[in-house]
Nanobody, 122 residues
Framework: VQLVESGGGSVQAGGSLRLSCATV??????MGWFRQVPGKEREEVAV???????RYADAVKGRFTISKDNVKKTLYLQMNSLKPEDTAMYYC????????????????????WGQGTQVTVS
């Protein structure tokens, strides 16, 4: 499974960005967006289950929206009202529903990951 993120950049506080994650996936996957700041643990930002249900980290609820286009095989993260604390490297990831059902958040360690896209909010 190949995942390629794009859409990161520098933006002022209060601005918006939309991240994209192009996939070459076949079958159903649980997809997620994560972020990481150097020296800190990776943080789960938003997850979309294989049935389309979504959940968000408390820090981004009401500001970020995860979505996907099945025709384009692309996962998106719309980020509005950005804050300086949103600055991080953002990654998309995919795991099989079976792995996720069995291992929960631990499944991501054995999932598929993109190379990341940097978001900087000043």
């Amino acid at each position: 499974v190949q995942l390629v993120e794009s859409g990161g950049g520098s933006v002022q506080a209060g601005g918006s960005l939309r991240l994209s994650c192009a996939t070459v996936t076949y079958g159903r996957y649980v997809m997620g967006w994560f972020r990481q700041v150097p020296g800190k643990e990776r943080e789960e930002v938003a997850v979309m289950d294989s049935d389309g249900s979504t959940r968000y980290a408390d820090a981004v609820k009401g500001r970020f929206t995860i979505s996907k286009d099945n025709v384009k095989k692309t996962l998106y993260l719309q980020m509005n009202s950005l804050k300086p604390e949103d600055t991080a490297m953002y990654y998309c990831a995919a795991v099989s529903p079976e792995n996720y059902d069995e291992n929960g958040s631990g499944a991501w360690a054995s999932g598929y990951w993109g190379q990341g896209t940097q978001v900087t909010v000043s």
